[in-house]
Every structure is written in C-alpha cells, then in structure tokens.
C-alpha cells in the first residue's frame, strides 16, 4: 500500500467516524433534549479533523521516485470527482430548503457555514474514495 | 480555431449574457422603469440564441484533418479546471461566510436567496473556466 492509500484510508475512517458518531449523537440528544440543543451532536464532526494528520504519520517514501504519471493522473481523476460531487452537494444543500420549505420561506444564517462545512467533508471523502477505487482497496495493483 | 478553443469561446460568451441577466434581474425590480423591465428577457432570450449558435460554431471544422483533441488541449484544460476549482471554493466560502458575518450569526435569510446564490455561483465558475484556456490558446500563438 503506498502513501496515498494510507491517507485515504485514514480519511476515509476518519470521516466516516465522524459522521457516524455526530449523526447518533443528535439522534440521541434530539430524543433527550430537543431539537435547537441537539445540533451540538455535530461537535463530533472535529473527529474528522484526524485525518488531516495522515501527511504527518505516514512519512514520505524514501525511494528515488515517490510519484509516478500514473500517480499524479489517478490524484487528478480524484480531484476531478470531488470537485464534482461537492459541486452537487452545494447545489443540493441550495436548493432543497427552497423545494422543503417553500420561495417565501427564510432560514438562519448559521446553515450557511454547515453548507460549506458538508461540501469540504465531501470534497475530502470523495477524493480519498477515489483514490482507493483506483489503486484497488488493498495492496494489489499498487 | 480548435474544437476546446471554440468550446470556451461559447461558454464564454453564454456566461457573460447569463451573468448581465441576473445582474439586471433585481435592476428590474428595483426600478420601475419599462426598459429596465425589458433587459431580463431580452439577455435570457440573446443567451438562449447563444446557445443555439454555439451548436452550429462548435460543430463546424477548420479542417477534415482537425483533429479532436490533444496533449495540448489535455493540459490546458486540466490548468482550467483547477482556475475553475479554486474560484468554486472561494466563492462558496465567501458566499457561506459574508452573511453569516454580516448579520452578527444571528440573522436568517430568504432561501430564494439560496438557488440565485447557486445560478451566479455557476456562471461565474463557467466563465472562469473559459478564460485560462482562451488566455493559454492566445498566448501560445
């Protein structure tokens, strides 16, 4: 498994774990104490903030050519991936209050940011997907 | 004039028009004056014509021997994407956080906002999209 692998891997986890622990957290806060107290649920969203460590615990390799053509056009289909999906994401975030709560509708400013927030986690996840699909989940076809 | 060159030129051309037509929407509303009621439809309609000839322009070779599509043509798409990319983000980024900031996080907005947020958004990263490959075409002739 190379280096890319490795820190799409821990994204993946990571992102994963974070999503996972943030959704059953407002899942059981809404239940315990109501709607506006149960968004604090979404602390667990910095869980994902793990991931940006990957560059950090998996060194460079130390052999003479750490990035090949092929490396580089699998990291530029990923990108191209998630530079789509967060595109969809956005524009998904945009439009379904409009189609939910109806034109005359008004939301609060602080969805803005967590429309930002998904599209970032989006961006991350798809790319490290991406990457894995490409090289293959495991070792072979490194 | 190659096929990707073409391809921007009328992204281009289609995102200007579009981008005057939602800069003259809320012109219309605004200003009650019968010509400023008019500019709307009439830059819907010209991007719609756009369109349309985009299709016949795009289809049209130099040359039988032209051919689609290149190395070249590869990169400088490649660098347009990423131009395209980048602006993505610092336009969500600006367009999520200038609101939130504004109104001292506290206020709420329109969601009709939300989807014309959405359109400018896009035609804006469309015409940054068209730019860098008409400006790398231009300089490399």
């Known amino acids: 498994m190379n280096r890319s692998q490795k820190i799409a891997w821990l994204l993946v986890v990571t992102i994963s774990?974070?999503?996972?622990?943030?959704?059953?957290?407002i899942a059981v806060l809404y239940v315990k104490v109501g709607m506006p107290k149960a968004l604090a649920g979404l602390g667990f969203i910095g869980v994902a903030g793990f991931g940006g460590l990957g560059p950090l615990v998996f060194k460079k390799d130390k052999r003479p050519v750490t990035c090949d053509e092929r490396d580089k056009l699998i990291n530029h289909r990923a990108?191209?991936?998630?530079?789509?999906?967060?595109?969809?994401?956005?524009?998904?975030?945009?439009?379904?209050?409009?189609?939910?709560?109806?034109?005359?509708?008004?939301?609060?400013?602080?969805?803005?940011?967590?429309?930002f927030g998904g599209a970032a986690l989006t961006v991350f996840f798809v790319h490290s997907v991406a990457i894995l699909i490409q090289y293959g989940w495991r070792n072979k076809n490194e | 004039m190659n096929k990707t060159r073409k391809g921007a030129m009328a992204v281009m051309v289609i995102s200007i028009l579009l981008l005057v037509f939602s800069m003259t929407i809320p012109l219309a509303w605004l200003y009650k004056v019968p010509v400023l009621k008019i500019l709307p439809l009439v830059f819907l309609v010209l991007s719609y014509i756009a369109m349309g000839l985009s299709i016949i322009f795009f289809r049209k070779k130099q040359s039988p021997s032209e051919p689609d599509f290149d190395e070249r043509d590869r990169i400088i798409k490649r660098k347009a994407i990423l131009a395209s990319y980048i602006t993505l983000w610092i336009l969500v980024f600006l367009g999520c956080s200038i609101p939130f900031m504004i109104t001292d996080q506290c206020g709420i907005m329109p969601v009709s906002l939300l989807p014309i947020a959405l359109f400018i958004m896009f035609v804006i990263v469309m015409l940054v999209y068209s730019l860098p490959i008409l400006m790398q075409y231009g300089r490399g002739e």
């Open chain 1, 79 to 115: 990108a191209l991936a998630a530079f789509g999906t967060s595109y969809l994401v956005v524009a998904v975030a945009c439009m379904a209050p409009f189609y939910i709560l109806g034109p005359h509708a008004s939301i609060s400013v602080t969805w803005l940011p967590m429309i």
């Open chain 1, 17 to 25: 774990l974070a999503v996972i622990l943030s959704t059953a957290a």
